[in-house]
């Protein structure tokens, strides 16, 4: 297979060398019995070295042999997601989910997914399995609670008063508390105007940079 896209991140020599090897050794069993199962493991390695388009043809062959594997299918909807094909990767998605209710990590997928296209309850549908699999994901829970929230103000905001009607509720005024570094604040002010508006794109990527800069904020913050 030759597709020619760099390995995304750089990573070291090493690294790099102990992927290929074993890129190397998974195409060499493959080749000898191509009915293995070898062919999953296969393409999450193209997957991870950036061959997204090595690894989706590889899933949907042996998919074809195997259509009930729900580890391959979760390989291919990865591999969706980094070329851009958010539909395709939701549709396996759904496959996987329905043959395999507990697959926690395609839940978390799925409420990833449909977070970025501004499906917030059906973001917060998954979220809700995904803290019901794994009580210990706190990130999912808070999440959950903030999409569950419908964009009210927390207590103790100093926008509180402002935001109690829909009157700032825009995405310009979102994109100025964003500035102003008011990543709560940003974040259920973009989530109101989704629930009005689920197709606004503006909000939508204003949701996603206020729910990476507190991502960013409490990676930063210092353990207690």
């Known amino acids: 297979?030759?597709?020619?896209?760099?390995?995304?991140?750089?990573?070291?020599?090493?690294?790099?060398?102990?992927?290929?090897?074993?890129?190397?050794?998974?195409?060499?069993?493959?080749?000898?019995?191509?009915?293995?199962?070898?062919?999953?493991?296969?393409?999450?390695?193209?997957?991870?070295?950036?061959?997204?388009?090595?690894?989706?043809?590889?899933?949907?062959?042996?998919l074809g042999r195997y259509p009930t594997y729900t580890t391959a299918r979760l390989i291919l909807a990865k591999?969706?997601?980094?070329?851009?094909?958010?539909?395709?990767?939701?549709?396996?998605?759904?496959?996987?989910?329905?043959?395999?209710?507990?697959?926690?990590?395609?839940?978390?997928?799925?409420?990833?997914?449909?977070?970025?296209?501004?499906?917030?309850d059906r973001a917060a549908r998954h979220l809700d399995r995904v803290v019901a699999l794994d009580p210990a994901d706190r990130e999912a829970a808070r999440l959950r609670e903030l999409l569950k929230s419908g964009g009210a103000p927390a207590e103790g905001s100093g926008l509180r008063k402002i935001l109690e009607d829909d009157t700032f509720a825009t995405v310009s005024f979102g994109a100025i508390c964003l500035e102003q570094g008011l990543l709560d604040e940003a974040a259920a002010i973009f989530l109101r105007v989704l629930k009005r508006d689920p197709g606004s794109a503006g909000a939508r990527e204003g949701l996603e940079e206020a729910l990476g800069g507190r991502g960013r904020r409490r990676a930063a913050a210092p353990r207690e």
């Open 1 to 62: 297979m030759a597709d020619s896209a760099p390995r995304p991140g750089g990573g070291g020599m090493a690294e790099d060398a102990a992927a290929a090897s074993a890129i190397r050794r998974y195409e060499e069993r493959l080749a000898k019995d191509p009915t293995s199962l070898a062919f999953a493991p296969l393409a999450d390695l193209y997957r991870k070295a950036g061959r997204n388009r090595d690894a989706i043809a590889l899933c949907r062959d042996g």
């Open 79 to 120: 591999a969706y997601v980094s070329e851009g094909n958010h539909e395709g990767a939701v549709a396996e998605l759904n496959q996987v989910v329905a043959q395999s209710p507990n697959d926690v990590q395609a839940h978390r997928l799925l409420a990833d997914l449909h977070r970025r296209r501004g499906d917030l």
